[in-house]
């Protein structure tokens, strides 16, 4: 699930197994950090891959669970509805975009848009500690704060990436369901209690 | 005298000639990537044997679900960056040019004449095998997924005939999650082996549509050749 900017001649083809994985290891690393420091860069277009959206959405899907994780019962639904909703949407959005014209292409959206739940991640993590204190008003103000702060920061960096391959006229078409996406990932963290 | 000699000669020769053919075969047929042959079928073979004994493994079926999902994309990342270029020198990619335009890259390593850079019989057996086997069990626990329900879902159906719309949830986002999970499977897989197939199909093209085109060509000048030399007789033969 990788792409590569470079041409491979017969020296990658043959190299050995540990440096492919220290590679892939070390761009999944650096995508990481660029979500945290959005800056204007192709890194994350050009060389997509699928394993931060798979390992975020995974994380967010577990600490999403409600209830004993044993039972069969309470955990199915919202592991299912979690990855369910995220890899839908993305496709969605991805569908979404292409049609208005932008020249990105599908996998390329997909990890953007994936990499880009990596401050909602945090946001639920820091949502499970907080909750762990006496549930009140405070409790809730405090969760609040600190979602809406990171769905700022996962719209800001999904932007700066997802709207340069957008017609000028049509960014706020293509922005929009970005928007919607993380709302709905948004509101899930922010509604979730551990009974 | 002379040709005894070269009796002899060729005698010994060939007796030389069948050691090198024994000492070569087992040469070829060895496998040279243990490691990687055993990753390989390692982890396809246990994602399915998780999904067929996820009661017996473990009473939580998220826990079940999560680990084949894990094994599903390790062993799609292993078949496509490291298994398929040791064992069968076949690789595939997604390469983004400047304009942003994607390309898919399927490319085989050329035959050269180093001994270490042939591919090993029994390597590219296991390869092929575990490839084709594995999507195609997918494909069957996706029908079986579709059309039954597992057992573990019976107690679920029962809360259902009461009719409240959550545990109606419960059933479909269960059943969904053993269908994502087996979807997942089969795509993965089934893009691996696509991506493996055209490798193969595009360098084996390579080299057909090369012969095809001399031997047309070596044909169409035989023909002209014997026409021109049959012209006598053939133009006789035509205007009676």
């Known amino acids: ?195 | 005298m002379l040709q005894q000699d070269s009796n002899d000669d060729t005698e010994d020769v060939a007796l030389f000639d069948a050691e090198e053919e024994t000492t070569n075969r087992p040469k070829k047929s060895k496998i040279r990537h243990p490691v990687a042959s055993f990753f390989h079928l390692f982890f396809r073979v246990s994602a399915i044997i998780v999904y067929l004994l996820c009661e017996l493994f473990s009473s939580s079926f998220i826990a079940c679900m999560v680990t084949i999902i894990l094994l599903l994309s390790c062993d799609f990342w292993a078949v496509k960056n490291v298994t398929g270029r040791l064992m069968v020198g076949l690789r595939w990619w997604n390469h983004i040019d400047e304009d942003g335009k994607s390309h898919w890259v399927f490319e085989s390593r050329k035959a050269s004449s180093q001994e270490s850079k042939t591919v090993s019989e029994a390597e590219s057996r296991i390869f092929w095998l575990g490839l084709i086997a594995c999507p195609v069990l997918w494909v069957v626990f996706a029908f079986s997924a579709l059309f039954s329900f597992r057992v573990k879902w019976l107690p679920a159906v029962s809360l259902v005939a009461e009719g409240t719309v959550s545990q109606c949830w419960a059933v479909t986002a269960g059943c969904s999650l053993l269908q994502a999970v087996v979807v997942m499977g089969v795509v993965l897989q089934g893009a691996n082996l696509y991506g493996y197939i055209r490798c193969k199909v595009g360098s084996r093209k390579n080299l057909t549509s090369m012969a095809t085109s001399y031997l047309g060509k070596q044909f169409l000048r035989q023909i002209v050749v014997e026409i021109q030399r049959c012209r006598g007789p053939v133009f006789a033969t035509a205007s009676e």
């Not at chain 1, 405090?142 to 960096?157: G, P, Y």
């Open chain 1, 1 to 195: 699930m990788r792409s590569r900017v470079r041409e491979f001649d017969s020296s990658t083809l043959n190299e050995s197994v540990q440096n492919t994985i220290m590679r892939d290891l070390k761009a999944v690393g650096k995508k990481f950090m660029h979500v945290l420091y959005p800056r204007k860069s192709n890194t994350l277009l050009r060389d997509w891959d699928l394993w931060g959206p798979l390992i975020l959405c995974v994380t967010l899907a577990l600490m999403l669970q409600r209830g004993s994780v044993d039972s069969e019962k309470d955990g199915g639904p919202q592991f299912a509805e979690v990855f369910v909703i995220i890899w839908f949407g993305a496709v969605t959005i991805t569908l979404n975009s292409k049609l208005l014209g932008g020249n990105i292409s599908f996998f390329q959206s997909l990890c953007v848009l994936g990499y880009c739940i990596l401050p909602l991640t945090v946001a639920m993590l820091v949502c499970r500690l907080v909750l762990l204190a006496e549930l009140g008003p405070i409790n809730f103000m405090v969760r609040l704060f600190v979602v809406i702060v990171m769905f700022a920061w996962s719209i800001v960096a999904s932007t700066a990436f997802l709207a340069d391959s957008q017609p000028p006229n049509r960014k706020a078409l293509a922005v929009y369901p970005v928007f919607l996406f993380y709302f709905v990932i948004s509101w899930m963290i922010l509604t979730f209690t551990p009974q």
